[in-house]
């Protein structure tokens, strides 16, 4: 295992120990700072309420509705089709109103896409 922190620290061993994909991405989402739920201003702790609310990053599966024809496809057509399959998803949700990611383009070159919580095209 190869992570610093020590709060969290045996539940997320346990996460990345569940099988050999739990390492790997399962999801990446980015949500923007205009979002309704975000703009209420409240805490729901209510996952599904509240995954709407920010970015995200989940460890683990992924979810095969984000192919076409998924759910035809075999384990190993989703696999690769780079589609992780894992025991275990876990989500976590990352929002702060001055997030900035950039993007890696074919060429090797760097590009905002995410700047202050809002996609640069908004």
Not at 2 to 24: K, M, Q, S, W, Y
Not at 63 to 86: G, H, R, T, V
Not at 87 to 107: E, N, P, W, Y
Request: proline share 3%; with cysteine; hydrophobic share 35%.
């Amino acid at each position: 295992m190869n992570f610093g922190e020590t709060t969290g620290r045996d539940v997320l061993g346990h996460i990345l120990e569940t099988d050999e994909n739990a390492r790997r991405l399962g999801e990446c989402v980015l949500i923007c700072e205009d979002t309704p739920i975000h703009e209420k201003g409240i805490l729901f702790y209510d996952t599904l309420y509240d995954e709407i609310a920010s970015c995200r990053l989940a460890l683990g599966a992924g979810f095969p509705d984000c192919f076409e024809s998924s759910y035809d496809m075999s384990p190993e057509s989703l696999i690769k089709a780079d589609m992780n399959q894992s025991h275990t998803h876990v989500d976590f949700m990352i929002r702060s109103d001055d997030l900035k990611i950039d993007g890696i383009t074919k060429q090797g070159d760097v590009a905002p896409i995410f700047v202050d919580g809002q996609w640069i095209w908004e």
